[in-house]
């Protein structure tokens, strides 16, 4: 079955550190997004990219950093430098950038800093 | 900065009424989609009606559009409890933006 697989479910980070949240795509789409997601509030956009090797910051990618080498594969870092991590993180695709249809989701990854 | 909101902010119904959510934006469009989101899930696609577009129907869901007023509804008929989740509309101009959504609860 084709779709977006994001590990790990359920992280928990101490302050200070550094942790990577993964999403692997069989889609063959060519852009993948990363969101985030509050409580009462909707999603907001932290990078995406339409490439390989290529990606672009969204409203909110102050203390993240993303990859994109493969063109399956979108790991997003959430740094020492993002003053309120704890959060779910959502990693979606669709076909191209200019592509005006749906994203695909994958189930998210919760990420809870202690 | 979000662009749609909906409203209501929570919504709840018994089983077999009909749940209405609206979706208004500010600036222009060109397409609105509707997800719905299962709790701590991701997010599914329901349906995508184009600007050009009044309304559209698939299966228990009927979207409408009004770019005049810059708002849109989705109505989900003869609702189930399996109908209990968030609702987002997202609209597509240069990017994607999603709004806060709508909770609701479909009650036996």
């Known amino acids: 079955d084709g779709g977006i697989t994001q590990s790990p479910k359920y992280l928990f980070r101490k302050e200070g550190q550094n942790v990577t949240l993964s999403c692997e795509q069989n889609?063959?789409?060519?852009?993948m997004y990363w969101y985030r997601q509050d409580p009462g509030q909707g999603l907001r956009l932290i990078y995406y990219?339409?490439?390989?090797?290529?990606?672009q910051k969204g409203d909110i990618a102050e203390g993240y950093s993303v990859s994109r080498e493969k063109k399956e594969s979108f790991p997003l870092t959430v740094t020492s430098a993002q003053k309120n991590p704890t959060a779910f993180y959502l990693c979606?695709?669709?076909?191209?950038?200019?592509?005006?249809?749906?994203?695909?989701f994958g189930e998210g990854s919760r990420l809870t800093v202690l | 900065s979000q662009q749609g909101e909906e409203d209501p902010q929570a919504l709840s119904i018994q089983e077999g009424e009909n749940a209405t959510m609206n979706c208004s934006y500010k600036?222009?469009?060109?397409?609105l989609q509707w997800y719905r989101q299962n709790s701590g899930r991701g997010l599914v696609h329901l349906i995508l009606i184009r600007s050009n577009e009044r309304e559209k129907h698939s299966g228990r869901l009927r979207v409408t559009l009004d770019t005049s007023k810059k708002s849109s509804s989705l109505l989900i008929t003869a609702s189930r409890a399996a109908d209990t989740a968030s609702y987002f509309c997202a609209t597509r101009g240069n990017k994607l933006t999603f709004g806060t959504g709508t909770q609701l609860k479909v009650e036996l």
């Open positions: 600036t222009s469009i060109n397409n």
């Open positions: 990219s339409q490439i390989v090797n290529d990606f």
């Open positions: 889609l063959n789409h060519d852009a």
């Open positions: 979606a695709s669709s076909r191209d950038l200019a592509n005006t249809g749906e994203l695909f």
